[in-house]
């Protein structure tokens, strides 16, 4: 069984389940589209690479997305990880908001390209 461990974040979706890519790749992936539990998932273990969904929403009154929080948890238990992040273009300026105060290790616009997405793990 594998040890290395991949926290796949989906928050509004409508793209694909790149759940499979994971596994052939050698990872046990936890799949979450709570941004709440997957907090707690990042508390309780220990993550090689974080594939998150960015959205930006206006509304937000002190934060740039909807993945803040979970980055700091990543940052505390699994500094290591690797921060693979899928976005839709119109919020690159919030991204790159978001990039001045984390860490990002590869980022892909939607629509992703599976192969762009697997030379991110290399």
Do not use: W
């Not at 790149?18 to 997957?38: C, H, I, M, W």
């Not at 740039?64 to 899928?86: D, G």
């Amino acid at each position: 069984m594998s040890s290395n461990k991949l926290l796949f974040f989906v928050d509004e979706g409508g793209f694909d389940d790149y759940t499979p890519l994971f596994a052939r790749l050698g990872f046990l992936v936890d799949f979450e589209n709570s941004q709440r539990k997957a907090v707690k998932l990042a508390k309780k273990n220990k993550y090689q690479v974080l594939v998150a969904e960015f959205s930006y929403n206006p509304e937000f009154r002190d934060r740039v997305s909807n993945i803040e929080s979970l980055l700091a948890t990543l940052e505390s238990h699994s500094p290591e990880a690797k921060i693979i992040i899928l976005f839709d273009k119109i919020n690159q300026t919030q991204l790159d908001q978001l990039k001045q105060r984390y860490k990002t290790d590869c980022t892909l616009a939607f629509p992703v390209i599976e192969e762009k997405l697997m030379a991110c793990f290399n």
